[in-house]
């Protein structure tokens, strides 16, 4: 039976990659949500009894039970959630204004977990289902003036490692995708530039990043094809799926350091726990 994926953000970068991915497979149908349908014309190229189109701005609660109901009474099943909707957010930590740090989360952790729970029970349910959380490798490592980003994607990091080991057992997997940084325009965020001199040397970087991640090396097709090739592989789905020659080795790096931590203070870490 084709298996149904509900892509959010579907109006550019990974997301688009993706939906014209899923739209193009056998065996595969597509509920593809964008906050405006209208983004969504490029989808009429394909088998239209396999595609559904919906309105999803992760915020609201009322639009994503219709979105998901919607995908429901044309497909039956929602078989993978990818959560994919996210902001970009550059600025020192000290500097970012605390208005766009809060949509930030909004979007990135508090969306992206509204959409979670209306997917669940339909997933537990039918006793089958994958979620794939698009997180970063700024989820596992962080860098100046990515640091409320960064913590988003922590968040959801916390999040999904919970969330996989509440319902593995009932058939349902979790998957983070941690791609580095790709051509979309996922360089929109908000932007605090460096106003205080201490960090004048972030300047550059605050302006870089804003301007276009079109340097950048990661290709949004190439992310999405072996995303879509390793949720629906041979192998067992895994945990982390890091995509791009900074996240493999930005996360070990990250990983080897705080395991140098960790053992170095291990003697000392033991002392915290009361004696038996
Ligand atoms: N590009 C990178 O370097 C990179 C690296 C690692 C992880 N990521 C993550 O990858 C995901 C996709 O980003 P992208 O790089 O493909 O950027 P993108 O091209 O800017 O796409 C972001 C998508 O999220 C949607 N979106 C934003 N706010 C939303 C909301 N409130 N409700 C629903 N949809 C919303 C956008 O819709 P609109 O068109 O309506 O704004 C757009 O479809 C994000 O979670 C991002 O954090 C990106």
Known sequence: MAKTWLITGTSSGFGK????????????????????????DYLNAYDQTKIE???IDVTNKEQIATAVQQGQTKFGTVDVLVNNAGLGNFGTVEESNE??????????????????????PVMR??????????????????????????????????YSNALRQEVNGLGINVMLAEPSGARTKWNAGKTA????????????????????????????????????DVATGDDPVPAHLPLGEFATNGMKQELTK???????????SLKADSPA
Do not use: C
């Open 53 to 55: 189109k919906v309105i």
């Open 125 to 158: 349910a039918q006793k089958s289902g994958l979620i794939i959380n698009v997180s970063s490798v700024l989820g596992i490592t962080s860098i100046p003036t990515f640091g409320w980003y960064s913590a988003t994607k922590f968040a959801v990091e916390g």
């Open 99 to 120: 208005a766009d740090v809060r949509q930030l989360f909004e979007v990135n952790v508090f969306g992206l977990a509204n959409v979670t729970k209306a997917v669940l």
């Open 193 to 228: 530039p460096v106003q205080i001199d201490d960090y004048k040397q972030f300047a550059d970087m605050i302006n870089g990043a804003a301007s276009g991640t079109t340097q950048a090396p990661g290709d949004p097709v190439r992310i999405a094809q072996l995303m879509f």
């Open 258 to 268: 705080t395991l140098a931590d960790v053992d170095k203070y291990h003697d000392l």
């Open 17 to 40: 990659a993706l939906a014209q991915i899923v739209a193009q497979h056998d065996g595969t149908n597509l509920i593809a949500a964008a906050r405006k349908l209208s983004d969504l």
